[in-house]
């Protein structure tokens, strides 16, 4: 009897270890985290996110963002994957601004990275006033129909997701 015990549990210890890859079951860097940008080329601008080591990340043609009020329930548009790319990624080490908008240092290594390979990007734009004065605009960026691959084959979907608020000031 003990044997048999014995068997089992080693079975069972041997099949139920993990094989070390990493997974991730959501993306969520929605409500802990600010949108900071650069521009890192003529017409390309940088949005992203921090929360410590894990970063969203969302490269965008700059005719996305602009000063100007979108018409209700048409917001400005383009495809992920295409047009603008967007990336999930988690870092050995907290992240900072200077990551993105300087020279990229070469000790910081992904861990983990998921890259949008399908979906839209959807920016919708209103002003911003004190009183009856126009200090800025809000644009309010979301994705339809997203989804997000990970370097291990595994996929995150989302029908709609929140990538967050930016305001440009005037």
Do not use: W
């Not at 041997?14 to 940008?37: K, P, Q, V």
């Not at 004190?130 to 989804?147: A, D, K, R, W």
């Amino acid at each position: 009897m003990r044997k048999i015990a014995f068997l089992f549990v080693l079975a069972l210890t041997f099949f139920s270890c993990d094989d070390g890859d990493l997974t991730l079951d959501e993306i969520d860097l929605t409500t802990s985290a600010d949108i900071d940008a650069c521009t890192i080329e003529a017409g390309v601008t940088l949005l992203f996110k921090i929360n410590g080591a894990e970063t969203l990340i969302l490269e965008i043609p700059t005719d996305l963002i602009v000063n100007e009020v979108t018409v209700t329930d048409t917001p400005r548009t383009k495809t992920l994957n295409s047009q603008a790319f967007c990336y999930y990624r988690s870092f050995d080490t907290t992240i900072t601004t200077n990551y993105f908008c300087d020279q990229l240092p070469s000790d910081v290594n992904s861990t983990l990275e998921y890259i949008a390979v399908a979906g839209e990007v959807q920016v919708t734009t209103v002003e911003v006033l004190n009183g009856t004065t126009l200090e800025g605009y809000e644009h309010t960026i979301n994705f339809s129909e997203v989804v997000f691959t990970g370097t291990n084959g595994q996929d995150v979907r989302y029908d709609f997701f929140v990538f967050g608020t930016l305001v440009t000031p005037l």
